[in-house]
């Protein structure tokens, strides 16, 4: 069958191409999930003024991320809109040189070294949340950030800088919301044109590399490569079986890929967690009640998290309503089939963790926060490529036992402390910039828990 016969959602006032472009630039998350609705499996969908294939199925999503992942790429668009910032680090290199760096760095994410972070990583919950006391309203989602980056900075690059995280946050946010404020632009000033903007670009990018070098020179200085066992010094020592290295430029980009892919989204998960939390006084009384039972007041460490099921569950539960990556692109390097039709090569997909996540056909009240559908092996129903918060296949998240381990640590101290109330009347609102941010913040008000 060939491929035109996709359907395409007619765009408001009969306008396709221009109207469904408008849609998403409007309300990206609602008008995926109205044309999944309406228009079914695989759909024909013009973004950004370019034809893409939708994909909302989940044995049609794992064709793409496993079965025949051979024939994608990470697509043009996540290269243009990250491609600036992060260089050829693991995210979206490809081919021989991914397979190589994901050798190199993968060991440094082994469980056990994983679990060395541990004690780090709570360390970094008691200085930040050290002045935190009973009626203060915090923004949760900018504490998260700022926890997580202190989190990412120590047990990364083993430092921690003072002063400098908050600005590095600060830049990381100016350029995501830069890059992609230029790809949803139809008017595309070119990037040397020194536009105030363009200017501000430059000297962002430019502190955030001068701080990574820094870094890395600081590490090769000190000739403690293969002594430390923060992640960077792993990097910086790891050797391919041909004895080469990496070089300071994949250094620089493997950095810069792990600082921003491992500190965002674990915040964002985090933060959507306290919200759903607040939102939901049983299921949060449920969570204090486990922790009562296994922690009784002391600190978590790695051994108790599998005697915390519920904690598992609520993670799970808040990256299948708020997936931070929200959606994934790949482009195909050559011609292929899918669901009876032939696509050409250079054909761009998308999938989206938001629109399938909240399926019906997989998820019962899918909108629903429900924690217990993870327990008791009920999960073990849901059907490979419905829920995917982390990818699948061989471009899988490297980081996702570290994000699992920091989040539960993160849960389990704060929760056994305070309770997080939203202020009255404030609205909130998913923002779908590259990650699912939080559109007007998330003031909380914390209550101290006896
Ligand atoms: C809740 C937290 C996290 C979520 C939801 C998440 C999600 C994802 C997803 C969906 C992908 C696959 C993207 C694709 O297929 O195109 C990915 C890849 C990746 N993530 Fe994460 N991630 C999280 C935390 C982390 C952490 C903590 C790190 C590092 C410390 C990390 C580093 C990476 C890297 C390097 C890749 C690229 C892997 C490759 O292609 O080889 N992520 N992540």
Redesign the pocket.
Known sequence: MPSTAISRPPGPKGLPLLGMTFAIRRDALGTLRQVAREYGDIVRLPVAFQDRIFLNRPDLIEQILVVQQAKFH?SELTKRIVGRLLGQG??ISEGEF?RRQ?RLAQPAFHRNRIQEYAATMVESVERHTREWGEGDQRDMAREMMALTLDVAVRTLFGTSLPGEAQKVGHSMTFLMRYQLGRQRSPVRIPESWPTPRNKRANREREFLDSLVYHIIEERRAKGDGNHGNDLLSLLVSAMDEDGTQMTPEQLRDETM??FL??HE??AL?LAWMWYLLGENPAAEARLHQELREVLGGRAPQVADLTKLPFLQAVMNET?RLY???YI?ARTSVEPFALAGYEFEKGTTLLISQWVTHRDPRYFEAPDEFRPERWLNGAASKIPAGAYF???DGP?????QG??LLEGALVIATLAERYQFRLVPGHPVEPDPLITLRFRHGLPMTLHARK
Do not use: E, Q, V, Y
Not at 395 to 399: A, K, Y
């Open positions: 990470k693991l995210l991914w994901r890929t792990l892919a491992g989204t674990t998960m990256l997936p931070p990556a994934t918060p982390f990818g471009r899988r998240c490297i980081g570290f994000a």
